[in-house]
């Protein structure tokens, strides 16, 4: 049985400018929904010289989101910053980057098939041979000796872009409690990975599914803290800024060869 509850606030909160990360973590060179944030917030909001040009993403549910906004905040500063801070004292950053890694490696799969169904043949090649790399040569992943080495990027690809691709729109914009920013064809595409994803069928128990993936959660924020603080220092409404962020963000990805 499938487990299709998991943890993504990493995925909205990633890439500040190196100055804001731990110095030494290899983090991915893409910019991230915060890191987009950051460079577009204006210096000056009512000024038209200031003024952003962003395609906006429709949100007929914005008192909702908003809510759901608020939760995923409390949730963020009152659980899950504490637990992912305490981690980082605790556990070595090299070691929690090779963490991040396996995890990483472990998901191959889902990136490999979608680059497939958006016909990039030389986008799946490199993930497959990424993954022959890192699971021999990067002991089973926790070294990314593709990128050290032979300097083999990953290609950020999921069901979600591949809609997009295949020319469907994101709909209107959801903010999830917990999973946080998404649209309605990101969503359909998030359901769509899951079943793509190889520990929904490597630990079919879903306490321990669950339990993995929460671990992989908290890792992942030792990793990041600072952004989504950093993004509401900067923005005057950081509903607004992390939600054209993320439509930016998504749009980008989507356009990516």
């Avoid at 981690?87 to 490696?105: A, L, M, W």
Wanted: charged letters at 20%; proline letters at 8%.
């Amino acid at each position: 049985m499938l487990c299709l509850v998991t943890f993504s606030w990493p995925y909205l909160a990633r890439g500040l400018p190196p100055a804001s990360r731990e110095a030494s973590a290899p983090l991915s060179e893409d910019e991230g929904p915060i890191q987009v944030a950051l460079a577009n917030i204006p210096p000056k909001p009512f000024s038209e010289e200031g003024a952003l040009e962003i395609e906006m993403i429709p949100d007929p549910l914005e008192p909702v989101n908003r809510a759901f906004f608020q939760f995923n905040d409390r949730f963020y500063f009152w659980i899950l910053k504490p637990v992912a801070s305490g981690y980082k004292t605790v556990i070595p950053q090299d070691v929690r980057v090779g963490v991040r890694n396996f995890f990483s490696n472990v998901s191959t799969p889902i990136r490999l098939v979608n680059c497939l169904l958006q016909a990039k043949f030389e986008c799946s090649g490199t993930e497959a041979l990424r993954f022959l790399v890192n699971t021999t040569f990067g002991l089973a992943g926790f070294l990314d000796t593709a990128k050290t080495e032979f300097h083999i990027e990953k290609r950020e690809k999921d069901f979600g872009t591949t809609l997009g691709f295949l020319g469907i729109g994101p709909a209107f914009y959801i903010n999830w409690p917990i999973l946080g920013p998404s649209s309605l064809r990101d969503t359909v595409g998030y359901v769509g990975d899951l079943f793509l994803d190889p520990t929904n069928y490597l630990i079919t128990s879903i306490p321990i599914n669950f339990a993995v993936k929460s671990y992989n959660q908290v890792n992942e924020t030792s990793l990041t803290l600072g952004e989504y603080e950093d993004l509401k220092k900067a923005a005057l409404d950081p509903y607004i800024a992390l939600k054209d962020a993320y439509h930016q963000y998504r749009e980008n990805k989507i356009k990516e060869r």
